[in-house]
Each structure stands twice: as C-alpha cells, then as structure tokens.
C-alpha cells in the first residue's frame, strides 16, 4: 500500500482538493489524482515531499517551478492551476489531469517512430521549448519522460511538455552553470560543466537527443557510469544514425548531428530553426 500511497494522502484534503489515487513520483514530489470539492473537476497535484518540506531551499525551489510554468502559457505546455500550502505545511501545485502516456513509454514499448511523426511531434515539442524560451526561461530536463503524448477533441496526438522543475530564469546572476542538474543521458555538455555559461542552446541539445531516440530507438550515448556518460556528452562524437537505422535519410542525420554539435560550433540557435530544418530534411528523398 505504501507504493500505491507513498504519503498517505489518498481520501485526505488538501484544502479543496481530495486526493483520489497515486499518480506516480518525482525526484521531490509525489503526484496525485485529485477532484475538486466543489467543482468536482479532476486535476493532477503534485505534493512536495514531506521529507523535502522542512527545507526552506526546497520550498523555495518547489514554489519557483509553479511560478516559471504557470508563467507559460502555451497549449502544448500543461498548465498550472494553482499553487498553495495547507496549515499542516502540505506544500502542493495543481496541474491540469492529462489522460495519456509520457513519450518514454512509448518508446519503451514500441520503439523507434517513423520520421513523419517524429516531425509533427517535434513541430509541437519545439514550439513548446521557444515560447519558455521567449520568456527566459530554460527546461535544463527535456527528455521523453516530460514529454506526454495526449490525444485531442479532434482525435489527433498532440503533446505537453512537462517539469520545469529546474528551469532558470535567465539573468546575469543565473547564466552560469553552478551544479550538474538534468538526467544524464539528455544533459548537454555545457550542464556537465561547472562554471560553464548555460544558454537555451542547452535546451537544443537535449532536443537533438530525444530526436536521436525517437528516429533510432537508441541513446547516442550509453555509459556504465555517470562520468563515462559525462565524458561521452563532453568529448565524444554520437553514433551515425543511419549506422542504427539506414532508413534514415542522410539529410535527417545531419539535421540530429547538428543539434548535437558541441561547442563552439554550436547546435541550432533555436528550437524553431530546429524544428525548420528537420522539417524541411524530412521530405528529401
């Protein structure tokens, strides 16, 4: 029972939500499925765990993720509804309930996606990604895990970017890298690098990544440990990927290349100028 109620909430309210089922869990918080009691709507709560609760850096930390997301409104970026902390020093954010599978899963289960829908999923994931970039603000954790795959009122997949849990305001105090943050095997090299100024072309780079993945069903990297992968993101050049899958064409290849350039040569300098190019590559053949 403990799995399925990590913190013993199920039946419980936190202010006006009550919490119905476990939804899964984070690095430092656990997500519910709750209703509202007098809307009666269904909305997903994250709840910041109490263990993390009595830091006043985590709070603060917890707190600025639903103040850089709730900045963000864009379709394809799950939007916040509320952010709040009981009298028992429950410390929670409410979030949109959104029925669907995370892009890891999909992965997981069925492998590499056709170039097609790797490019309108990409369209989306990317115009996601220049809209935080818009407002100065960097995810520093794109990967499939928070990328959710939804299905629309019109039947279509469509996308919502999730956790933007360590995203950073970019201004002068923040442009420097102080600590490695992200999940490793998406990470770019510059987040890898302590001192290193961290741009939104860190963000690119993870986007090259999950590009890699989805057209190939492969990491560019893959390690035994954390500094081997460290090493990897640093210094290594990524397996070709029409090596992995020859269907690919070369044009697509060098499109994902390219976002995975390190620098000082760079990557694409935007998210849209990315999601352009493979656009455009995508249909030479």
């Not at 009666?40 to 009595?54: F, I, N, T």
């Not at 990317?126 to 960097?138: D, T």
């Not at 305001?169 to 890898?192: C, F, K, M, R, W």
Request: hydrophobic fraction near 40%.
């Amino acid at each position: 029972m403990a799995k399925r109620d990590p913190l013993g909430l199920i039946g419980e309210k936190l202010n006006r939500y009550r919490i119905e089922e476990f939804a899964g869990r984070g690095g430092m918080s656990v997500v519910y499925r709750a209703r509202h009691e007098i809307g009666q709507y269904v909305v997903a709560v994250k709840v910041l765990d109490p263990e993390l609760a009595g830091d006043p850096k985590m709070v603060s930390s917890f707190l600025a993720e639903a103040r850089n997301t709730a900045a963000l409104r864009h379709p394809s970026i799950i939007r916040i509804n509320d952010v709040d902390q009981t009298e028992e020093g429950w410390a929670y954010l409410v979030m949109e309930w959104l029925d669907g599978r995370t892009l890891y899963d999909e992965l997981k289960e069925h492998g590499r996606l056709s170039i097609e829908r790797a490019s309108r999923l990409l369209d989306q994931i990317c115009a996601a990604v220049e809209h935080a970039h818009g407002k100065n603000v960097i995810h520093r954790d794109l990967k499939p895990g928070n990328i959710m795959l939804v299905t629309d009122e019109f039947e279509e997949e469509t996308i919502r970017m999730l956790d933007f849990g360590i995203a950073k305001v970019l201004d002068a105090t923040l442009g420097i890298n102080t600590q490695v943050s992200g999940t490793y095997y998406y990470t770019s090299p510059e987040q890898l690098t302590r001192g290193a100024a961290i741009d939104r072309r860190a963000d690119i780079y993870s986007l090259g990544v999950v590009l890699y993945q989805m057209l190939t069903g492969e990491k560019p990297f893959e390690a035994d440990s954390m500094w081997e992968m460290i090493k990897l993101h640093c210094e290594a050049s990524p397996r070709p990927l029409r090596e992995v899958n020859p269907a690919i064409p070369q044009a697509v290849e060098d499109v994902v290349l390219k976002a995975l350039a390190k620098k000082p040569a760079g990557p694409y300098q935007s998210a849209t100028e990315l999601a352009r190019g493979f656009r455009n590559a995508a249909y030479i053949h």
